[in-house]
């Protein structure tokens, strides 16, 4: 069974930095890629950054330049470091994961949200001007 825990979250001023840690367990499948969303209260969930299989990168307008993921492979942990914080940054920040589709590519990956079966609980994420 997949599972995944997030933590790192925190209240912080702007301007600031944050990493978020994705721990996962029981996933042994070579073709899972990983993404974090982020949900502020009243909003949808927004895919904040991806990355694929070969660790390509792909990153929210909102976050480029700003956001980093990554991702650990030997021991499965996933990472967003946050720079240069803003208020607008604020939210409840969960990591996800799936299996990339047959066709796809080693490069590909997706900031859909309902493309991602498996969810961690969350950590909340707190920007103050």
């Known amino acids: 069974q997949v599972q995944l825990a997030e933590s790192g979250g925190g209240s912080v001023q702007e301007g600031r930095s944050l990493r978020l840690t994705c721990r996962t367990s029981?996933?042994?499948?070579?073709?899972?890629?990983m993404a974090w969303f982020r949900q502020a209260p009243g909003k949808g969930r927004e895919g904040v950054a991806c990355?694929?299989?070969?660790?390509?990168?792909n990153y929210a307008d909102s976050v480029q330049g700003r956001f980093t993921i990554s991702k650990d492979n030997a021991e499965n942990i996933l990472y967003l470091q946050m720079n240069r914080l803003k208020p607008e940054d604020t939210a409840m920040y969960y990591c996800?994961?799936?299996?990339?589709?047959?066709?796809?590519?080693?490069?590909?990956?997706?900031?859909?949200?309902?493309?991602?079966?498996?969810w961690g609980q969350g950590t909340q994420v707190t920007v103050s001007s």
């Open positions: 996800a994961a799936r299996r990339r589709p047959p066709n796809a590519s080693a490069w590909f990956c997706s900031r859909v949200s309902s493309n991602f079966p498996h």
């Open positions: 990355i694929a299989i070969d660790g390509t990168p």
């Open positions: 029981g996933i042994i499948d070579p073709d899972t890629y």
